[in-house]
């Protein structure tokens, strides 16, 4: 066999592969499977963005296109920066590339190396802890529990601080909590990152206008212009635009940090699909009514996949103020027997009985850091959430 490196040896395949596994083995028996565990928007990619693509590809847009992003794109990125968050930043601070993910994955290769650590708060987005991992670094995890929102305070991040510390990786609305940071919250953390030069700050903002409250958008470095010079903020057309499979992700940044990412993904992908960074540039220049109708639906679908799943004894589910996912815990429901007789000891188990016994799958707290919680998305039909809300509180009921 080819030995395999060192680098693949830290990874740990996601826990969550799990329940996904099985609720695919399920599925090819003919179970009816009710997947609440997608995290990509259900509605099309609105036609105007679909139609721009293929003229793009009309139009010769088929050929090597800047490592960096086109100028268009780039140039509607800039404009984006500007209208919504109240922030400016030149062409050369600009970086594109093939979905959030790997901007982000890019930002870190460009810049950790072993021993350098990296502050994540939990509940975190699965991929942080192992791209960090991936890049020699060290993730410190720092656990954010329900009591404080799920989130990061100034002394929770104080106290994690380092001499070897390169970035704070925060992720607002978050997968999976939806947690927002309001403007006074997000202020207290610059405060923080202020007093420790040596840090330096990554938001990734992909869920940005997947937000309930109505607000205003919240930048730090809008807040903290004196942050601009050390902050990347990172962002895509993935969620807001149900452009998944596009794989268009951008970031604003210092133009020394901007460089170093290019190079890395000049040597790596040479930059994203042609075709696809002219839809982009389509979905952030043309009329943004989608955003908002999509918006409306994760909100009522919100409102009643909380009150469903909250009304169920051993459950209890906070309102998340963004993204579409719901995070309820199931505190109360471990230490209970299933009807075979199992007793559930971790929301893994929780997540498996669901599976098997109602047929609904979801995912577990522990793959993201903060258990006992599942991870229900609500990127489908309300029909189907109330359906498997129905199905779990069967399930859960059944239970002694
Ligand atoms: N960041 C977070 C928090 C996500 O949940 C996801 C997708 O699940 C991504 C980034 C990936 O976005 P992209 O499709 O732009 O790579």
């Not at 140039?75 to 901007?103: C, L, M, P, W």
């Not at 995912?363 to 919680?373: M, R």
Request: charged share 20%; net charge negative; aromatic share 6%.
């Amino acid at each position: 066999a080819i030995p395999l490196s060192a680098r693949v040896g830290r990874i740990k395949p996601s826990p969550s592969m799990v329940a996904r596994l099985r609720a695919q083995e399920l599925k090819a028996q003919g179970r009816d499977i009710i997947d609440l565990t997608t995290g990509e928007p259900d509605f099309d990619t609105p036609a105007h963005i679909r139609e721009a693509t293929t003229a793009a590809m009309a139009a010769g847009e088929t050929r090597y296109a800047p490592v960096n992003g086109t100028l268009r794109l780039r140039k509607a990125i800039i404009a984006k920066f500007a209208r919504e968050n109240g922030v400016t930043y030149a062409a050369d601070e600009i970086v594109v590339g093939s979905g959030a993910k790997q901007v982000i994955f890019n930002a870190l290769a460009a810049t950790i190396g072993e021993g350098d650590e990296v502050i994540v708060p939990a509940p975190y987005w699965v991929s942080y802890p192992d791209m960090v991992l991936a890049c020699d670094g060290t993730p410190v995890i720092v656990a954010c529990g329900e009591n404080a929102g799920f989130k990061l305070t100034a002394e929770t991040l104080e106290a994690a601080i380092t001499p070897r510390t390169r970035w704070l990786l925060l992720n607002t609305p978050s997968n999976p909590t939806g947690a927002f940071y309001s403007a006074d919250e997000m202020t207290a953390l610059t405060e923080v990152l202020k007093r420790h030069p040596h840090v330096a700050l990554m938001t990734d903002d992909i869920y940005e206008h997947i937000r309930f409250d109505g607000g205003e958008p919240v930048c730090p470095v809008a807040i903290a212009p004196e942050l601009r010079e050390r902050t990347l903020l990172v962002n895509g057309v993935s969620k807001t635009y149900a452009m998944t499979g596009f794989r268009i992700g951008y970031g604003a940044g210092p133009k020394a940090l901007v460089n170093a990412i290019n190079i890395i993904q000049s040597q790596t992908t040479s930059g994203a699909a042609s075709m696809c960074m002219a839809a982009a540039a389509a979905a952030l220049e043309g009329d943004q009514s989608f955003v908002g109708e999509a918006r409306s639906a994760y909100r009522q679908r919100r409102d009643r996949a909380v009150e469903l799943l909250d009304a169920i004894d051993g459950m209890s589910c906070r309102k998340p103020d963004g993204a579409f996912y719901v995070y309820p815990s199931c505190t109360g429901l471990i230490g209970r027997r299933r009807p075979d007789g199992w007793v559930l000891q971790s929301d893994l188990d929780v997540a498996l009985y669901l599976l098997e016994d109602a047929g609904v799958a979801v995912l577990d707290g522990s793959a993201y850091g903060l258990s006992p919680y599942l991870r229900l998305s609500i990127a489908t039909s309300l029909g189907a959430i109330e359906e498997a809300c129905a199905r779990i509180k069967m399930a859960c009921d059944a239970l002694q």
